[in-house]
């Protein structure tokens, strides 16, 4: 089987890193067969500069993650819809938290459309298609890019509001949080937004 030198690397890396917790902590991968029960579900940009884990100093099995380009909860998508589900139903996470970023190639991507004449042969791609909302955005607004991440975070923490998964776990009564943050790249720092929705707000 063939590797370069990258995956290689990941995979001397991984045998190292195994091997460390294993010293360290000599049940811990035993325990983690036994299941999982985090209580934060982390909707991220795919971006290799943000990693949850590392950002927050956790452990595996602390954070339920799904990741895409530039942070999107389309209501219409089921994988995210089946990771909202999944973790609040069988899970029982008590936060979902939106995190956007800065210096988001996505975001730039949508500003600089929102800007130039519509392209109809750019428009059918598969990115495209996945940026349209944050494009439209991008255009309504007339957003710098900073302003943009941040209003982008704003727009997905009202759609997972907005999901039939929250709205019937408030239903239930459970108490489950939505949450907006940044990441600032170029600081290591996470930003709350002070737009979190809770089951009161929702009902208000």
Same mark, same amino acid.
């Given at each position: 089987m063939f590797y370069d030198h990258v995956l290689a690397s990941l995979l001397a890396n991984n045998k190292q890193w195994a091997a460390d917790v294993q010293k360290? /902590? =000599?049940? *811990? *991968? /035993? +325990?983690?067969? +036994? @299941? +999982?029960? =985090?209580?934060?579900l982390?909707? @991220?940009c795919a971006d290799s500069r943000v990693p949850e884990?590392?950002? $927050?100093?956790?452990r595996p099995g602390d954070i339920f993650v799904h990741r895409n380009i530039a942070n999107q909860f389309h209501p219409d998508d089921d994988s995210a819809l089946a990771v909202l589900t999944y973790a609040v139903e069988h899970l029982g996470v $008590?936060?979902?938290?939106?995190v956007g970023h800065t210096h988001c190639g996505g975001a730039a991507a949508c500003h600089a459309a929102a800007q130039a004449p519509a392209d109809p042969a750019a428009s059918g791609t598969p990115l495209a298609r996945w940026l349209a909302p944050l494009t439209a955005l991008a255009r309504e607004g007339k957003l710098g890019v900073a302003e943009?991440? /941040?209003e982008n975070v704003k727009a997905q923490v009202r759609n997972v509001v907005r999901s039939a998964v929250m709205r019937g776990a408030w239903e239930k009564g459970r108490d489950v949080w939505v949450h907006g943050w940044v990441y600032e790249i170029g600081e290591g720092t996470l930003r709350d937004l002070g737009v979190s929705v809770g089951r009161g707000e929702a009902e208000a």
């Open positions: 360290a /902590e =000599p049940a *811990f *991968f /035993e +325990q983690c067969t +036994q @299941g +999982q029960a =985090p209580k934060v982390w909707i @991220g884990s590392v950002v $927050t100093a956790s $008590t936060h979902v938290v939106i943009l991440v /941040e």
